[in-house]
Structure formats: C-alpha cells, structure tokens
C-alpha cells in the first residue's frame, strides 16, 4: 500500500489531537495549579473527571459520526478544540479550570483516534487496516514530540500564551488537513459485509456477543494501559528499583510500541486481525509477567524485557482498537460501535490508576501486580473467546 497524502494528514492531526488536548496536561497543569497555588491532587483530579466525561462523548460522536461522516466530525472537533484551548489561557478561577477541562476532554474524541479511524473506515471500507496502522504509527509520536516542546515553550512564554498556540495548531494545521480529507465513499453494500459476516443488522445475540467480548477485551487492556502509564514509576521504586532503571524502562516502552506498529504495517498481511489481537493482548501479559518476576529480584532484565514486550503490546493494542470492530462489523454504523466500546473502556481506564495506587498503598506491590496481571488475563481470554466462538460458528455453519 502506498501512503496516501489524506492517511499522512490524518497522522499528524491524530497527533495533534492527542499532543494538544492529552499530553499537554501532564506540563502545563502543574505549572497552572504553582499560579492558583492549587493542589497538584485538584489538577490532576479535575483531569481524571473530565476523562470521564470523554465515556460520556464517546456514544454521542459515534453516532454524529454515523450520521454527518467523520470528515465533518472532525472539522467541527478541531474549531471546537481551538475553542476550548484559547479558553484555558483566559481562565480565571477553579470553575473555570474544571468546566473548561470538562468540555475539553468531552470534545477530545472528535479529534483523536476514534473519529480518525471512522473516518478512514467510511473511505477504505474493510481495506482501512493498512491506515489505520499507519495513523498509529505516526501518532505514537505524539509524546516524545509535545513534552519537550512544551518544556521549551515554557522558557520563552507563559502557559497561557502556550495554550492560545495549541489552539492555532487545532485551527490552522489540523482544521485544513481535515477539510481537504476525501468524503465517505464506501458503498452501502461493502460497508454491510465484514470479513466474518456479522453486519450492524445481523442477529442481535451473535452482534450482543461480540460486542461483550470485545468490550471486556478493550476495557481489560485500557485498565493495564491506563494502570502502567500513570504508576509504573512508582510501583517499580516500591520493587526495589532505583530511579535511573525505573526512567530507562519507561522510556523503552514508546520504542517498542512504534517498533511493533512498523513491523504490524509491513507485514499487516501475515495475520489476521483477531490473531493480531490474540498477540497483542498475550504479549502485554507476558510483559507484566515478566514485571512481578521482579518480586523475586529487583533485576534489571526482568525491567527491560517488561518495557520491550509490554511496549510492543500496548502498540499493537491502539490499532486492535480500530481493526477489530471493522472485522466483525464492517463499516456501517462503525462511529455507533466504536463509540459504546469506548464509553466502556474509558471509564474503566479512567478508574485504574486510582485503583492500583490504593491497592499498591494498601497491600503493597504484589496487590498491585495482581490486579494488572487479572486484568491482562481477563483481556486474552476475552479475546480468545471472541475467536474461538467465530471459529466455532463457522465449523457448524
């Protein structure tokens, strides 16, 4: 598959989106709370509910989605984004700080992975896979590009001048690639028939299986995810780690996962998609297995074969995301089906690191690994599931 320019375009806005409205947080808010001589605990918690608040989004956008088309979507995302963002830098009080957040993260589905990958699914039909990947691949940048340019900004302008220049790069680089993003122009009867044949209007216990299955799958690993992005640091310093192995096997992990979405867009053809998601959800598992083997030893391999493996499946995880549901269902009502699956997963995500601290705080490290390890467990068997029950349908059709 040659790399289209509309794919390249919807990679750097997917970064964007996620650059301006998820990663930007973690550098400007405490620099907001130093200002108001607010708690890092009110920040941070404000975040965590307005992360919520995108479970609430996520039905809402999907069935836009499904009825204006993801290219108008995401237009109207990327000026509400600028809107929101320009907000945050005349903000005055601590209702300000959480109603604006709110609203921020509410809007931010409309302009990261979920519109995206609709969009590419409503323009390739069951062929998006490869775009999807390759939207991932370059996204997965998104971190390592806006932390430090957010550091450097921060030494020549204020956070507030900081967010009126995240909501140009939502109107003035993201807005234009998504108008000139091609119409939905998968036909009626491609987009009604997947790989395996179970459409949004094929029978309601096959489709309700299906979609609990993949929900518990995304759900489990979004726990692991959310879990591991926010504590790692700290349940590895509570292992018996020092601080230079804990920082070098964090950053491992987004080299893995870019590593794993390349070697995913090469030879995308070498698996199918539910395989794909057997592997990423094995791999992750066998990362933190490899994480509680430190329970026996604080070793440095046991750190870096974790960061490697679970990076890997964390990276396939983001395209499972898009790829799986476009298997099952096809294109058709795909905003409507990403967006319930997602109002699932987030609340969850949402949850976890709160839930691994306490039990880390509580019962210590081994709790903590427990409840990865149930919840890396829960989405292989899920996924599993979601397989075998399609291979057996098929045996006795």
Known sequence: MKASPAT????VTMTIGYGTLYYSFSVLAPEIAREFGWSRSFVFGVFSFGLLAGAVAAPVIGRLVDRFGARRVLCLGS???AFALALFALMQNAWHFAAITLVAEFIALAVQYDAGFAALAQTHGRDARAHITLVTLIAGFASTIYWPLLQWLLTMMSWRDIYLVLAAMNLFIA????????????????????????TVDGP???RTRLMVLMAIAFAAGGFVISAVGATLLVLMRDLGYATGIATLAGSLIGPSQVAARLIEYVRRNLFSPPLTAIIAAAVMALGIVLLAGSLLTPATGFALA?????????????IVRGVLPLHYF?????????GTLSAVRIV????????VI????????????????VASLASVLATLALTAGKNKAAATA
């Open 8 to 11: 390249i375009g919807l990679g």
């Open 79 to 81: 000026v509400a984004a």
């Open 204 to 206: 309601r216990d096959d």
């Open 358 to 373: 306490w039990l880390n705080d509580v019962a210590g490290p081994v709790a903590a690994l427990a409840s990865l390890f």
């Open 306 to 318: 974790f960061a490697l493996f679970y990076g890997a499946g964390q990276g396939l995880t983001s």
């Open 175 to 198: 807005l234009p690639i998504h108008l000139a993003l091609p119409k939905a122009r998968t036909d009626t009867a491609e987009a009604r028939r997947p790989v395996d044949g179970v």
């Open 330 to 338: 096809g294109a058709a009502g795909y905003g409507r089906t990403m």
């Open 348 to 355: 969850v995500s949402a949850l976890a690191p709160v839930s």
